[in-house]
């Protein structure tokens, strides 16, 4: 039985499925109208970049029952009653419930948006953007509405990518984020070169900006206030972050870390309770650099959790090995990435680290479509050992980070790094590659201290 | 003393005064007019996408000098005594002999362009592309005899994009390769792809062709000849590849490998001669994943030898570490890469393994810029060990060969790759980036195997 029938969920069901085969039934309730879709795709379908809400729906309901999978569309888990193996479902169309029994448990409840207890925020005119159903409200209001301002609330990467949307869509944006700086999965320099951008784009950033209440009239919000000033917006988003949609597992009485995720194992079982799994945005994932349990909601980890879940559910043997927090995101022109640690997650693992910063191009210099990057690493003292990385450059620049996920999992020193032979050739990178030049200059740092 | 002024020996010479300074004295001795420049950009500089010779040059004579390092231009060096610590120079220019000793020799020579011994070879219009000298003049004649069609002999690094360059200045382009497919440093079946993108953009592709002669008229090219027919050509050129320039360390007793290239240790010492360094496209090189030693001629490692050498021959300690193989070119909007071993490669080292290929996109399918690639991945029976991997798709491709060229670095297997934590967002990758993809599918085929 899989409860959530997104990413995590309808992976492991389907996994499970196709190797199991007639010897295992599966079972998925899902409480919404939709499954296996993209949500980080919402914003590019909102910025016009997708043609429609079916272009992100990998496959559908038709499509999963066709390979065998009982999937009950709206209908709710509301209770699970671990000793007696047996859920209650609600079938949320007729209103009515009833209980139905498990040999093997998957929970794949998500994740839900964090929505500030903010005077005026059910507002009309205030979307989140978490389902397919937030997309085409968004997408609806700016057909019918027509606005012209945007205020965009949280300046992380639902923020930045809907405010990109926004920007595609002709409409005036303004960001307010309460922290010092944009995206703070960096660095607070790396983040002002976020911030620095951002405002060169003509978007509008406000910073250590706390939203104190939305300006509503006759129900529509009229603008947001921050700091006794009012910014208008006709059309206002929220991306400040989402949390583990755990209440259920919760007054099933099931293990949660720190973080409010469920407490899963490397295979994905949860700990303590023989035959129970749970992956996606809804556990605790394991850092392979600070050695922590955490929250990360993020869409690729949670198909592979779902293709772990359902290689055990069938019988076999699969494990997720953790990761090393590895983000990218973009803002028009602007690439952002991170993996590792930054410096505040350094320090509070426990290591002591020097870091460096350097300026490059995405390509060789002289070519006309060389653009500007700015890679940041940290390194461990005396080990050398490589701890973080960031990216904040134009077109071509993001995606190196993978070459620091990689190493990172690897544990090597930014020394050896330095060495990589990594692809050369004037339009793809110039001669030493910014991951090396950066690592060059880490070890360098390294060897003095 | 070093001899020769490209990347490897003024690389060396900058790092070995920086790092000694008064200490040590530093003598370079170039043949040619230039120094320090990116003979890697010349195809980009005759295409136009560079401006002028003067982008291409790192590091003027004048700034070298200014550095403490006593460059002497069009001196070239006709001999090494290497138990009198002595060499010869001839004055180019003045057409004179002079002995120089040195305590610590750095030989930088280089590699020089194969050029077919074929009747017509040496008529006007018949190119190489090895120095600026080379692109001056293929630039010079663009402009003034303002040919219409070009023939390129050799479908490799430097032929393509040599293709790529006249077909950006509008010329009709005719590729002429002796082998199966072009491209030749990737599997058939991964060369085949290329022919054909090459043939979709225009570029006339003639595989199995060996050239017989040129023909010349008026001392001027006007035609390839091959299999008896003659292929149009107003501009031809050479881009065959090139050997290792090593006549000199030869003559003075040096020991060569099977490659024909200088042999070296893990600091850049000429195997057995203490005190006598080498790197850049002279040497041999280690690679890590066949462990054997061969020919790799590419500025990123010639650079980085140049490094490591400066800092030696300064009395410090610094190593090279190999190459696992990695390469990367493209052909207007074709990118190409690969890294480790491809199918023959793998078989020579003794290698039994498994491969597989896999068609994905370079970002999440459903947006407008998603471009299809092409990734094919080598791993070892039983271990699953990654042994090489090979891209050819469309922009936003082949740097994905680093996530591959970093696992081949650290040994990873194909099953662990899988699992890897890279930077996904829609814009960036599928949800499964198509690295992980391949990594899967070559997990699954070893496990079956």
């Avoid at 296996?36 to 970049?49: D, F, K, M, Q, T």
């Avoid at 010092?180 to 978007?203: C, S, W």
């Avoid at 999992?409 to 793809?428: H, I, K, R």
Wanted: hydrophobic fraction near 45%; include cysteine.
């Amino acid at each position: 039985m899989v409860v959530g029938g997104d990413a995590a969920g309808m992976s492991a069901a389907s996994r499970a499925k196709r190797e199991a085969g007639d010897d295992l039934e599966v079972v998925a309730l899902e409480r919404g109208h939709h499954v296996s879709y993209s949500a980080c795709g919402i914003p590019y379908w909102v910025g016009g970049e997708v043609d429609s809400a079916d272009a992100l729906v990998v496959r559908t309901p038709e499509e999963h029952r066709k390979r065998g999978i009982d999937l009950r569309m709206r209908h709710e888990v509301t209770a699970i009653d671990v000793d007696a193996r047996r859920v209650t479902v609600n079938d949320v169309e007729r209103a009515s419930s009833y209980p139905l029994d498990f040999d093997e448990l998957v929970i794949a409840t998500g994740a839900v948006p964090v929505r500030p207890d903010l005077p005026g925020v059910d507002a009309e005119g205030i979307f989140g953007v978490q389902t397919l159903d937030d997309g085409d409200a968004v997408i609806e209001a700016l057909l019918r509405d027509r606005p012209s301002t945007a205020v965009i609330v949280g300046g992380g990467y639902i923020g930045i990518e809907m405010a990109e949307a926004m920007v595609r869509k002709g409409l005036s944006v303004t960001v307010v984020d309460r922290d010092d700086e944009p995206m703070t999965t960096l660095d607070l320099d790396m983040g002002r070169l976020v911030h620095k951008a951002m405002e060169d784009m003509g978007i509008d950033v406000r910073t250590k900006s706390a939203v104190e209440r939305f300006a509503v009239a006759d129900g529509r919000v009229q603008g947001v206030v921050v700091d006794g000033e009012t910014i208008q917006a006709d059309i206002v988003v929220l991306g400040i972050g989402v949390r583990p949609n755990t209440a259920l597992a919760e007054d099933a009485g099931l293990p949660l870390g720190s973080s409010g995720g469920l407490q899963v194992d490397r295979r994905l079982g949860v700990v303590g309770h023989e035959g129970i799994w749970s992956g996606g945005d809804c556990v605790e994932t394991f850092n392979r650099v600070s050695q922590q349990w955490g929250h990360v909601a993020l869409g690729t980890h949670a198909n592979k959790h779902g293709r772990v879940i359902g290689a055990n559910v069938a019988g076999g043997y699969a494990t997720f090995p953790g990761v090393v927090g590895t983000a990218i995101s973009k803002v028009c022109e602007l690439e952002i990435a991170r993996t590792g640690l930054r410096e505040s997650e350094a320090t509070a693992a426990g290591f002591g680290f020097t870091s460096v910063t350097i300026e490059a191009t995405t390509t060789a210099g002289y070519l006309a479509a060389a653009r500007p990057m700015t890679v940041k690493m940290l390194a461990e003292h005396r080990s050398g050992r490589l701890l973080g990385a960031q990216i904040v450059g134009r077109e071509g620049s993001a995606k190196r980070i993978d070459v620091c996920a990689v190493a990172l999992w690897n544990e090597m020193t930014v020394e050896e790094m330095a060495g990589l032979d990594l692809g050369y050739a004037p339009p793809f990178s110039p001669v030493w590659d910014p991951v090396l030049v950066a690592a060059r200059a880490a070890a360098a740092k390294v060897s003095e201290s």
